[in-house]
Structure formats: structure tokens, C-alpha cells
């Protein structure tokens, strides 16, 4: 199995280290993607991607500058490399690469490999998305409902690799394909916006993992030693979540396609079984995700194509994941809905929907997540590829949490959480924050992830960075001192004050 962290620092897996409690190694990073800190997308002469047309119609806030990543990457590389960090994520935008449906700027995709190679100097691996949930606007919205969606996302991947290779190893193909299926089809908040599109999310699901494994051995024959992942968001109902990976590691299972459905049904009891009783929500979601599943239930929902399988069937590899990403805000299905009219930070939500600035924390359900996890896929290290807490700031005012909760203490808690993993023999291997900064969080400014704030309206494009986060707290301090704590084998840095 291929070793995730730099060879000179790659020991043996899940031991702690006389160093410390972490295995050697281990990567501390911060995660971004493109379209979400480098700006310059969807303007007059800019690249444009699926977003555009939401922006031009003010359904969402333009975005802008950002923070002006674009132009002035080395600001956020120094401010990762000064936090401890050894790793830093960012995503190649297809759209910037590619913004005409022939030809590729050149320039643009040299800048990449610049950044990547800025992150190299500051001994920061770099961490490469090929997909952060856009891609340009000449392929339409509804680009991954396409019958050539997968071969279109290999062609890109075919553009990029090459290009990056040489100086990047670890790669995660497309961002939290749950989420993008989820956000585009089901609840209707990324372009197109479709609500309750069942058969349209299946379709989209099962062509964004066949791109997963197109772009894994694109990636792998151009670097044999390449890691390579995607990172769902952590959700409880199976469906949504486990059965996607399980449908790429089904071959490496010795899961015969014929037998794929009866395997399924079981892993999806295995999945189950581990996590704390449902309530009747909870219990409700995960009826209706099992009713209309692509993969491991009968009948309905045969016409969807199953390429991912196909994709699995094809590939030169047994298995199509290195390492098993997750991304851990709050899994529990159920808690993300609320009555229309309750609390939020800054007022009330006219939604039936949970703000991402009230999602609870939960690091306790991270241990136990990353257990699950390891339990069904054994020997496969972990990565958590995102983790972070998000606070509100609305015309210039920032509201802090309704539960108390700050980045210190998430940081504090998170990290404690994932070394308690460790400490349970989970094979964990690396943790990267969302995120490094205030961003364009999909549509708005105002929700807040940033270790470090940006105040919008001070200096010029991208804003003024701040030294605290957006509730005026020191999570870049708290970071640093756990990260460099924990690299000394000091356990205290992860105490609440
Ligand atoms: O900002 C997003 C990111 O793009 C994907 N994961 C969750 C983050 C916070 O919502």
C-alpha cells in the first residue's frame, strides 16, 4: 500500500512516536479550494463557470476578489507555514484552465504549478483538488447528468496531472461528490438548483464516481506513487455516504458484480449498527435514502447507468482509494432540519433548514466516525481532509455562536478527537482545517470558517486579513501551538483553558 505521508518522515502506521502522539508522518494542514479564495471568476473577461449565471441573476453574492489567492498566493502560503502546518490544500479550477471549449491557458495552468511548487519551498505538501464542485460554464449546468460527463472530467484530469505531477503527490479527485450531488439535484442550492431531482442525483452520483476512478488512474500512471482520495462529507444516512465508497472498494473487496446488491444491503447493517440509535427523523431519512438508492435495492431505480461500476470493472487497479478522506462538520442527517421561524445566530430562519453557523460540534462523533470508517474499510489509512466551525457576520457585524462554541476550543476539541482515534489504533494520517481564511462559501461571504478573518472593506481587492478569526479570537494561535505541541509530544496543548 502506498505510504501517504514524505518518505523520510513515514513510519509505522497508527503507533504513536517518541515524539509524540501522532504517528510519523502525520500531515497538519489547512484546506481551500479556487473558487472560494482566489476570485476573479464570472466578471467581464474573467473565466466564468456553472456559478455564473446564478451570480449575474443576484441569486447569490458575486464573487468577487475573494481573498485574492489568484494574485497573491504566497500571503497564504507564509500564513500556513507560519501556523506549523505541513501541508496546504487547493483545488486547479477547470474553468480558469479552460475557460473556451478549446485550447487551454497555459499561463493559467503554469501559475498552478507555481503555487504548488510555493508550497514545496515552504515545506507545506501540497494537497490537490481536481475538482472543488465547479467546472466552466461552457459545459452547462448540468454538466455531470451528461452521458460524456466522465470522459470530459478524464480529459481534464489528462490536462492537469501531467502538469502537476512532478511536484505533487497527494490528490483528491472531486470534492465531497456527496455533497455535490445532494446540493445540485436533492436540496436545489448549487446551479441548477433542482429540488427533489431522486433519479437526476443518482445519475450525477454514479457519473461523479466513475469520474473518481478515471482521475485516480490517470493520476496513477502518471505517478505510481501517487495518494489519492475523495472526501465525502460525513453523513449518517448510508446511502449518502458509506455506500458511495463501498461501491468503489467493492472489487478490492472481492465483491463480484452480480453480488453487489445483497453486499451492499449488509454494509449498509455494518454502517448502521455502529452508530447511535436513531430518532424518528433520523430513522425517516434513512428509509428514504435506502428507497432510492442507485446501488443495492431492486427495481426503481434499474435505468440508473452504473458507471461507477463499470469505471471500478475497467480500471488497472483493484482499488481505486488510497487513502479514505472524510470531511467532518455535523454528519447527523436529521439535526440539519428545523422548524421554519427557530433561532438563529443574528435572528430567525424563515427555513425548514439548520444555518452552517448552528451546526453542533460533535468531536466525540469524529472519534467514533473515524472508528466506523476504519472498521469497515481495515487497512485503510484516514485522512481528514476538512473540519471546521463556521460563525455568521452580516453587514459588518460578526455574531458569535448560539452554543458558545469558538474556534480554540473546536480546534482544541477536533484534534483531541482524532488523536483519541489514533490512540484506539484508527490509522489516521493527516487532519487539514477548514479553512485557512474567510471565503466565498458557496453563494455568500457570511458565513465564516477562516483560522484567520478578512475584513471585505479594508484595502484593496480581497480585503484586509486579520490576525484573529472573524469572532476576533486567536485560532491561528491555538493551531500553532497544538500543532507544534503535539509535534513535541506534549499532550497539555490540546486542555481547554
Ligand atoms: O466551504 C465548504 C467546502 O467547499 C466544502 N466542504 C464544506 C465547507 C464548509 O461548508
Redesign the pocket.
Known amino acids: 500500500m502506498a505510504s501517504t505521508g514524505r518518505p523520510e518522515e513515514t513510519g509505522e502506521r497508527g503507533r504513536p512516536t517518541e515524539r509524540g502522539p501522532l504517528p510519523d508522518g502525520f500531515l497538519f494542514g489547512v484546506a481551500t479550494?479556487g473558487f472560494?479564495v482566489e476570485g476573479g471568476f464570472n466578471g467581464p473577461g474573467q473565466p466564468a463557470n456553472n456559478w455564473l449565471a446564478w451570480e449575474q441573476v443576484g441569486r447569490v453574492a458575486p464573487s468577487g476578489d475573494a481573498v485574492d489567492f489568484w494574485r497573491r498566493p504566497e500571503e497564504a502560503l507564509d500564513r500556513a507555514a507560519a501556523l506549523g502546518c505541513d501541508s496546504f490544500r487547493f483545488s486547479v479550477e477547470w474553468a480558469r484552465v479552460q475557460p473556451e471549449p478549446t485550447g487551454i491557458d497555459q499561463a493559467a495552468l503554469d501559475h498552478y504549478v507555481a503555487i504548488a511548487e510555493a508550497c514545496v519551498d515552504r515545506d507545506l505538501t501540497p494537497l490537490v483538488t481536481l475538482h472543488?464542485?465547479t467546472h466552466p460554464q461552457w459545459l452547462g449546468e448540468d454538466l455531470w447528468l451528461r452521458p460524456d460527463a466522465v470522459a470530459r472530467f478524464e480529459a481534464w484530469a489528462r490536462v492537469v496531472v501531467p502538469a502537476l505531477a512532478p511536484t505533487v503527490r497527494h490528490w483528491v479527485t472531486l470534492?465531497?461528490i456527496n455533497?455535490m450531488g445532494l446540493m445540485t439535484y436533492l436540496l436545489g442550492a448549487f446551479p441548477p438548483g433542482r429540488l427533489a431531482g431522486i433519479d437526476d442525483t443518482a445519475v450525477a452520483l454514479d457519473n461523479l464516481l466513475a469520474a473518481h476512478v478515471r482521475a485516480y488512474d490517470v493520476i496513477h500512471a502518471e505517478r505510481p506513487d501517487a495518494v489519492v482520495t475523495t472526501n465525502n462529507?460525513c453523513m449518517t444516512v448510508y446511502e449518502y455516504d458509506r455506500m458511495l465508497l463501498d461501491v468503489l472498494l467493492s472489487r478490492s473487496m472481492g465483491v463480484e458484480r452480480r453480488d453487489l446488491d445483497g453486499w451492499i444491503a449488509e454494509r449498509r447493517r455494518g454502517h448502521y449498527d455502529m452508530l447511535p440509535t436513531p430518532g424518528m427523523g433520523e430513522a425517516l431519512l434513512r428509509r428514504v435514502g435506502r428507497a432510492v438508492a442507485p446501488y443495492g435495492s431492486s427495481g426503481r431505480w434499474g435505468s440508473v447507468p452504473r458507471r461507477a461500476l463499470d469505471a471500478v470493472e475497467a480500471s488497472p487497479h483493484e482499488r481505486t482509494l488510497d487513502v479514505l478522506g472524510v470531511?467532518y462538520?455535523d454528519p447527523q442527517a436529521s439535526r440539519h432540519f428545523r422548524l421554519p421561524g427557530h433561532g438563529t445566530a443574528g435572528g430567525r430562519n424563515p427555513l425548514p433548514v439548520r444555518e452552517?453557523w448552528d451546526d453542533p460540534p460533535d468531536p466525540a462523533g469524529l472519534t467514533r466516525w473515524l472508528g466506523i470508517q476504519a472498521t469497515l474499510t481495515p487497512g485503510l489509512p484516514l485522512w481528514v481532509v476538512?473540519n471546521?466551525l463556521?460563525n455568521r457576520l452580516r453587514n459588518g457585524r460578526s455574531f458569535g455562536r448560539l452554543d458558545g462554541w469558538d474556534r480554540p476550543r473546536y480546534l482544541r476539541a477536533n484534534v483531541a478527537a482524532v488523536v483519541d482515534a489514533v490512540d484506539a489504533g484508527v490509522p489516521v494520517e493527516g487532519y487539514w482545517h477548514?479553512?485557512l481564511v474567510d471565503?466565498y462559501?458557496?453563494g455568500s461571504y457570511e458565513?465564516r470558517?477562516g483560522i484567520h478573518g478578512v475584513d471585505r472593506d479594508r484595502g484593496g481587492p480581497g480585503g484586509t486579513w486579520l490576525e484573529t478569526d472573524a469572532m476576533g479570537r486567536d485560532a491561528a494561535g491555538t493551531y500553532r501551538s497544538v500543532i507544534a505541541g503535539l509535534r513535541a509530544g506534549d499532550r497539555s496543548v490540546l486542555q481547554q483553558d
Do not use: K, T
Open positions: 479550494a472560494q472543488h464542485f470534492n465531497e455533497v462529507s470531511d462538520y452552517l476538512e471546521g463556521c477548514w479553512s471565503n462559501e458557496w458565513p470558517f
